[in-house]
């Protein structure tokens, strides 16, 4: 069965910056396009990256300039998410989704807490 | 990237019919297909209901249907269940190849 599990959150300082991961199984993982959203604690879901099944495209929200970058290691059946320069207003939880245009299957999440 | 209208709230007494909608603009909603809806009970990782437009995913119940009218999607639910309170988000591709969701609406089962 399908499966992502997403990992690498956890308490930061604002301004240093964390790498999550999700791990894939269950499906071929080079055949999809999958992306990273996010949800801050009581609020709604915020679509942050999508990745193509190449790694080749790459598309981001507007509201990140640049500090977050989306990879994926197709040998590895992982996608990643850098997150640099983080804020405060970075925290929430981080799901990665599967399927370029469905978003059909999602992880659990991971929490990422940014704060000194 | 705004992100779509949605309605913070609805309710509806089991058995009746409710509908969501999501408003966006002819740049997202009303110029592509690609449009979800996802239910997330607190605390749980969002679930797909509905996908391109009206397009169910297999296991999803037949009482959940999508429709687009324009800039506006909806997503219907009949024969409402004490088990269909939860959050519901719509979602959308735009036309700078980016993904936008609604603010999210909280349905309560009466």
């Known amino acids: 069965q399908v499966q992502l599990v997403e990992s690498g959150g956890g308490v930061v300082q604002p301004g240093r910056s964390l790498r999550l991961s999700c791990a894939a199984s269950?499906?071929?993982?080079?055949?999809?396009?999958v992306h990273w959203v996010r949800q801050a604690p009581g609020k709604g879901l915020e679509w942050v990256a999508v990745?193509?099944?190449?790694?080749?495209?790459?598309y981001y929200a507007d509201s990140l300039k640049g500090r977050f970058t989306i990879s994926r290691d197709n040998s590895k059946n992982t996608l990643y998410l850098q997150m640099n320069s983080l804020r405060v207003e970075d925290t929430a939880v981080y799901y990665c989704?599967?399927?370029?245009?469905?978003?059909?299957?999602w992880g659990q999440g991971t929490l990422v807490t940014v704060s000194s | 990237q705004s992100a779509l209208t949605q309605p913070a709230s609805v309710s509806g007494s089991p058995g009746q019919s409710i509908t969501i909608s999501c408003t966006g603009t002819?740049?997202?909603?009303?110029?592509?297909?690609?449009v979800s809806w996802f239910q997330q009970h607190p605390g749980k990782a969002p679930k797909l209901m509905i996908y391109?437009?009206?397009s169910r995913p297999s296991g999803v119940s037949n009482r959940f249907s999508g429709s687009k009218s324009g800039n506006t999607a909806s997503l219907t639910i009949s024969g409402l269940q004490a088990e269909d309170e939860s959050d519901y988000y719509c979602?959308?591709?735009?036309?700078?190849?980016?993904?936008?969701f609604g603010g999210g609406t909280k349905l309560t089962v009466l």
């Open positions: 979602s959308s591709y735009t036309s700078s190849s980016t993904w936008v």
């Open positions: 269950g499906f071929t993982f080079s055949s999809y396009g």
């Open positions: 002819s740049s997202d909603v009303g110029g592509y297909k690609y």
């Open positions: 391109e437009v009206s």
């Open positions: 989704a599967k399927d370029y245009y469905r978003f059909d299957y």
């Open positions: 990745i193509s099944s190449d790694g080749n495209n790459k």
